[in-house]
């Protein structure tokens, strides 16, 4: 019997506006603790909430660019559950009338495409952050520390249906769902510092049945890495599981990074009873059809018609797919290079391989600002035309990452152009056998050209 | 309107669970109270139950939530200085390092 | 007459002409408080210290002739919920007893701008949940006109205060008839401005689409006045909307109906003589009065009993020991909250919180909270039909006169059967107002509500005033001037 899994993949999304969801106090990036709170984000009595206009434009345009249906009469609901860093003790979110439903993305894997369905994209806030002293894992902790400046960031939630079959896939939508919210300008996308989180549920069953197994929600993947890591042992023990006949509990595991298992989350039996109802302190939301054509007219060049415009310089879908990952500067300076030269593969590899290997080497983050587009086109036509050798050029780059100069130039003073012309070469090579016989008698057998 | 015609189906449940609701609600009650109280929702309930046999015609998808039937507005998202960093920990119960301090949070 | 009975108006000229200065006055309204506060617990503080600074600067304005506003130098007591920088907000709670506010009120910043004094704070049923003030955790206020009477609830001690003139005017708020039904019991006038008018935003939070804050007066220019300085579409408060007030007439060329099922059983022929001598007079200054019947009322216990408990149920989720409050402690944080929690509410708030919780749990919803809703909107739409009728609906404010403290404790059910005539207005949003009429053989007062379309709260106070005017109810409890 072949087990297929099945995954779905929870994703949240703090937004980059200026000011929380709910409240006004800035969204702030710091290490001092609760310096960017009001009566409302802090949960006083009293308070009461009102929303960000530029958050609910961010999340529609997200919906839109995943082709979803826009909510046009929404409502916010309050889900109520007890934890320190939940300062109503409810969060405000969307529970049946979400901003967007029914959408796609589309993801690339190596060369082939392919679709993942989006069930909903709503809009909630952010709690705060716990940390725990004591050894700092939750268990042996001693008491828990509370900062509130992140409680009421805005988050959106993804989510999509259960159609990834494959860690491989998961990874590509997560990467692929980065760089839209990146390129919509709505988030900087860092995973590290948590702009994007995500939790995966996963659960297998026999490849002609009709009904899926008993799904289990994995938490705590905190990069790619551990994503595709996590998916890949939960699949296994759960195959392991069902072929052992051992019964699969629905739950929620816990994934370590350090030991790269998945393990029970000491958590209340059964699922949480959240009693959504619809919130009294926030009207009906009806985004008319002039705010969303509004929002539409905003939308960027989406990751998937930037691989298109790409792949019509020449490149594959795989090159395609990687540049429109990458960051702007390079993007920008690959079609600067590509309009110039019209080597679509030199100007990728010599972007892509050379410039930003050579980069990384020297711990340089951006171009140093006198560096041209120019001077890649005039390398990659250096080349071309033979004038120069790959090495020279790797020589040249190098030089040109550290000083204001123009290959040509650098070419000249380092004595890299070579010569090309086949008359001129064998008169030299003449010359050179006419001085040092014994050297080529020598060399005779272990050479065949000599230069 | 069908406002009376209540049906002789009794829906209300009267074995609830009062310990799970206090525990949905995070308060622990006394046994005592756990009793008192579970009579007292009976009674309230049993009172209720003619509004929960009616039949209505309002879908519930279409009720708004202000009774005035307002739409929300949308603020701009610009930034309005409120509570210093004091006044947000001046009512605090336990605090250390500028965080505010409670006993370990499981899960 | 003493200063302490004038009306606003009244007493603004007084500063204006100097005859009078608002220290003087707030001395006075001091003294009565010294007076009263013993026997009746209105107050559960009293700023005296920053009030006789505050008094003064009133002085200075009105020596100079710079005083701009009609509340200038106007003592006013608070209701206990309603939050002031820098002093407690406790809710007669002993989840808050030690809570100092860090922020103001919308409504007290806009009364701070018109440079009115707060005489302190005043007792409450706690969190505003409950119909005679015994509910509270700090004990329980009197009824001026009868100690051995409360005053009503929830907003029983801002009544109290007024009554006993040691406030001149008063905030309360309003729920389920948290304003209108003590100030019946009182003798006031109690208003409840249309839902949105006036900003919720520093109200401590019992139901949210249905609490407001409104004026508890001795007359209904004086509510005016205070309606006009609080009202208005707050920016912090997305429910509030804009006063765009409705015009209807309130000259005789309005429509009067008196509503058929709350002048029925459960009503006492005293409550019922009052709108009866209210008709007599109307109908004497040539009012067209009708009976206008609206099924759905007869469902608004149940309605408001299941809609006010689960928004509460999450309203009062945010007390948990963890940023400010009470705390009990626990090993977990989970622990902590259950105990403080335990510790912290008293009976009448559990009850209410248990059964929201329930109301809206896992399999229950459709049944309880859902249903409600729906039926609100069957009732809104009943007003609606009414108010295409008729321009202003009469009833009793309450079932009955005052009542005597632990009378109706025993069964929660009694208690909440007092609400049946108010929690029709804060279940459809509408301005509803008490004025007192009449008196009962056993010397207590009792009031008579009227209530309007939504936004048309000043015309609801014009035709208030008329009956006001006609009816002449001059009475006041004896003792505390």
Request: hydrophobic residues 35%.
């Amino acid at each position: 019997m072949t087990l297929q899994p099945t995954i779905g993949i929870e994703t949240h999304i703090e937004l980059n506006t200026n000011t929380k969801m709910f409240c006004r106090c800035g969204v702030v990036d710091t290490e001092e603790p609760n310096i960017s709170l009001c009566p409302t984000c802090l949960g006083l009595p009293g308070a009461l909430p009102v929303p960000n206009k530029k958050a609910i434009e961010y999340i529609t345009l997200l919906a839109l660019s995943t082709g979803c249906e826009i909510t046009t009469k929404g409502m916010f609901h309050r889900k109520n559950y007890f934890y320190p860093d939940l300062p109503k003790n409810y969060q405000i979110s969307q529970f049946d009338l979400p901003v967007g439903l029914n959408g796609q993305l589309e993801i690339v894997i190596d060369e082939s495409t392919d679709f993942i369905q989006i069930e909903r994209v709503h809009m909630e806030e952010d709690t705060g952050k716990s940390t725990h002293s004591g050894t700092g894992r939750i268990e042996s902790a001693t008491s828990t520390a509370l900062d509130f400046n992140r409680s009421g960031v805005p988050l959106v939630e993804i989510v999509t249906k259960p159609v990834i079959t494959s860690s491989k896939q998961a990874v590509a939508y997560i990467e692929e769902l980065r760089q839209l919210s990146i390129d919509l300008n709505i988030s900087e996308g860092r995973l590290e510092k948590g702009n994007l989180r995500f939790d995966a549920n996963i659960s297998v069953a026999p490849e002609d049945s009709k009904e899926l197994g008993t799904k289990v929600e994995i938490k705590n993947m905190n990069s790619l890495r551990s994503l595709e890591r996590a998916i890949d042992y939960e699949i296994q023990r759960q195959s392991k599981a069902v072929h052992d006949g051992v019964e699969i509990i629905q739950e929620t595991r816990h994934w370590d990074e350090n030991k790269e298992v998945t393990s029970t989350m000491r958590s209340k039996e059964g699922s949480a009873d959240y009693r959504y109802f619809s919130d009294p302190d926030l009207p009906n939301m009806y985004l008319s059809k002039e705010f969303v054509d509004q929002v539409k007219s905003s939308m960027p060049q989406l990751p998937n018609e930037q691989r298109e415009e790409l792949i019509n310089t020449g490149l594959s879908l795989k090159q395609a797919n990687i540049l429109s990952k990458s960051d702007e500067w390079i993007k920008s300076l690959y079609f600067k290079v590509h309009q110039q030269t019209k080597d679509s593969e030199g100007s990728y590899n010599w972007i892509t391989g050379e410039l930003q290997g050579q980069m990384r080497k020297a711990n340089i983050e951006r171009l140093p600002e006198w560096f041209s587009h120019d001077y890649l086109s005039e390398i990659i036509d250096l080349i071309k035309n033979s004038k120069i050798s790959f090495t020279s050029a790797k020589i040249i780059l190098s030089q040109l990452l550290e000083e204001d100069s123009t290959p040509n130039e650098i070419a000249e003073q380092k004595n890299l152009f070579q010569e090309n012309d086949t008359e001129k070469i064998s008169e030299m090579v003449l010359q050179i056998l006419e001085e040092n016989p014994e050297k080529v008698f020598i060399n005779f057998y272990f050479r065949l050209i000599f230069l | 309107m069908n406002c009376f015609q209540t049906t002789l189906r009794i829906k209300v449940s009267k074995d609830f669970d009062i310990q799970n609701i206090a525990k949905l609600a995070s308060i622990n009650l006394s046994e005592d109270e756990q009793e008192k109280l579970a009579k007292d929702l009976s009674i309230i309930l049993e009172h209720v139950k003619a509004l929960s046999d009616l039949e209505l015609n309002t879908e519930q998808k279409e009720i708004y939530i202000h009774p005035l039937e307002k739409e929300l507005e949308l603020q701009e998202d610009e930034l309005v200085e409120s509570l210093t960093h004091e006044e947000a920990l001046s009512n605090a119960p336990e605090s250390k390092d500028g965080k505010f301090v409670v006993p370990p949070s499981m899960e | 007459m003493d200063i302490a009975n004038l009306p606003i108006r009244k007493l603004n000229t007084l500063f204006n002409k100097k005859d009078l200065k608002p220290s003087e006055l707030y001395s006075k309204i001091f003294d009565n408080a010294v007076g009263s506060e013993a026997s009746l617990h209105a107050h559960l503080t009293l700023f005296e210290e920053e009030n006789i600074k505050k008094a003064k600067e009133s002085d200075g304005r009105f020596e100079k002739g710079t005083a701009q506003s009609l509340l200038d130098g106007i003592p006013l007591a608070i209701k206990d919920n309603i939050n002031i920088k820098g002093y407690k907000t406790t809710c007669s709670s002993k989840m808050l007893s030690n809570y100092t506010s860090p922020y103001d009120a919308t409504v007290i910043k806009k009364l701070k701008e018109s440079e009115a004094l707060f005489t302190g704070k005043t007792n409450l049923d706690e969190f505003a949940m409950g119909s005679s003030t015994e509910n509270s955790a700090f004990g329980l206020t009197k009824n001026p006109w009868d100690t051995d009477f409360v005053p009503g609830g929830s907003s029983g001690g801002s009544a109290a205060s007024v009554g006993a003139r040691s406030s001149i005017a008063a905030l309360g708020s309003d729920t389920g008839g948290s304003i209108r039904q003590p100030a019946s019991f009182c003798g006031l006038v109690g208003f409840k401005p249309t839902y949105g008018t006036v900003s919720r935003y520093g109200l401590i939070a019992f139901a949210s689409s249905l609490d407001q804050i409104g004026p508890i007066t001795k007359t209904v220019d004086d509510s005016r006045i205070l309606f006009s300085a609080i009202s208005g579409q707050d920016s912090r408060d997305a429910t509030s909307i804009a006063n765009d007030q409705v015009d209807i007439p309130s000259d005789k060329t309005a429509k009067i109906g008196v509503i058929k099922e709350l002048m029925e059983d459960g009503i006492s022929d005293e409550a019922r003589n009052e709108v009866s001598k209210v008709i007599e007079t109307l109908k004497t200054s040539g009012y067209e009065v009708k009976e206008i019947s609206i099924p759905i009322i007869k469902l608004a216990i149940s309605i408001y009993y299941l809609i006010a408990p689960a928004e509460c149920s999450a309203n009062l989720a945010r007390f948990d020991g963890v940023r400010y409050g009470l705390r009990i402690d626990g090993n977990t944080s989970y622990e902590m909250m259950e105990n403080t929690r335990a510790e912290g509410f008293g009976k009448e708030v559990k009850r209410r919180i248990l059964l929201g919780t329930y109301a809206l749990s896992a399999g229950y919803y459709d049944e309880y909270y859902g249903k409600a809703l729906q039926a609100r909107k069957e009732m809104i739409d009943e007003f609606t039909r009414a108010f295409n009728e008729v321009d202003y609906l009469i009833s009793p404010t309450t079932p009955t006169q005052a009542f005597k403290a632990g009378e109706k404790t025993s069964n929660p059910l009694e208690m909440y059967m007092s609400d049946l005539c108010t929690i029709p207005a804060n279940l459809a949003g509408l301005p509803a107002i008490s004025i007192p009429t009449g008196v009962t053989n056993d010397n207590l007062p009792l009031g008579v509500q009227i209530m309007s379309r939504a936004l048309s709260d000043e015309s609801l106070l014009n035709f208030s005033e008329i009956i006001e005017k006609e009816i002449q109810f001059d009475q006041q409890p004896k003792g505390w001037v």
